[in-house]
């Protein structure tokens, strides 16, 4: 067995009627990183269990990355913290950029999470009640159990990082949302796998631009993030499909 595995727990859009939204499970030497964390998450894993055949339940999984505070990439956070919290007594080891920690409690979690109450009285909660926090610094690179791990900027409508993470001395590269961008496949391209999204609008890379990228390249791609309507039997880059377990 491979030493630095992904699960693929989604692989489709916001708007998805057929798919889970896009999220990464990434396991190495028994540690679990998620790559973000989508609606009723516990269900994600549990279709993902069911179709990789993987035991894989959320008290496993404590590390959390959040690549842009987009719904469909952390609507689940607010239910997985609570768990942590009610169900576990832990809290949630969150990584993520400085602009996005700046935002994910006061404009994304705060308002439903600031206050409990225990049946006689209310408690007021802080961020640090639910969870630890690792900064994912632009240009350095963050070490959380066996991955190492570089961000770069991605062309989205909100700050947003793309991902390049080491373990094992095998490279994944992922795009996460943005528009097509050369220098960003250049930050991809030493990556033993390559996950990038497809998607319409200005936000979203459109395939062509991906189909005309070199073969060596594209046969290193699976794509993720692409519209139901996508036509995947056409496709020159073979797309993720969900339940999948992909060797780095
Ligand atoms: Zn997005």
Redesign the pocket.
């Known amino acids: 067995m491979s030493e630095f595995e992904v699960i693929t727990l989604g692989v489709g859009d916001?708007f998805s009627e057929i798919h889970r939204p896009t999220a990464l499970l990434l396991i190495s030497d028994g540690f679990h990183l998620a790559i973000d964390c989508p609606d009723m998450y516990r269900a994600v894993l549990k279709d993902a269990a069911g179709r990789s055949g993987r035991p894989i339940d959320l008290t496993k999984i404590d590390h959390f990355l959040i690549?842009?505070i987009?719904g469909?990439?952390m609507n689940g956070l607010e239910g997985v913290a609570f768990f942590k919290h009610f169900a576990e007594n832990k809290r949630v080891q969150l990584l993520s950029v400085p602009e996005v920690r700046e935002v994910i409690w006061s404009e994304r979690l705060k308002g439903s999470m600031e206050q409990l109450w225990n049946g006689k009285e209310y408690r007021s909660l802080t961020f640090d009640d639910y969870f630890m926090f690792t900064p994912l610094d632009w240009g350095s690179i963050t070490n959380i159990g066996p991955f190492h791990i570089q961000v770069r900027r991605t062309k989205?409508?909100?700050p947003?990082c793309a991902v390049r993470i080491i373990a094992k001395g095998r490279v994944l590269g992922y795009s996460?949302?943005t528009a097509f961008d050369p220098e960003l496949i250049q930050f991809l391209e030493p990556a033993h796998l390559i996950i990038h999204e497809t998607n319409l609008g200005p936000?979203?890379t459109d395939y062509t631009s991906l189909a005309a990228l070199p073969a060596d390249l594209r046969e290193r791609m699976r794509l993720i993030?692409y519209p139901d309507t996508f036509n995947s039997k056409t496709s020159t880059i073979q797309v993720m499909n969900e339940g999948e377990v992909l060797h780095v």
């Open positions: 916001a690549t842009h987009h469909d990439h989205h409508h909100i947003t996460c949302d936000a979203h993030h």
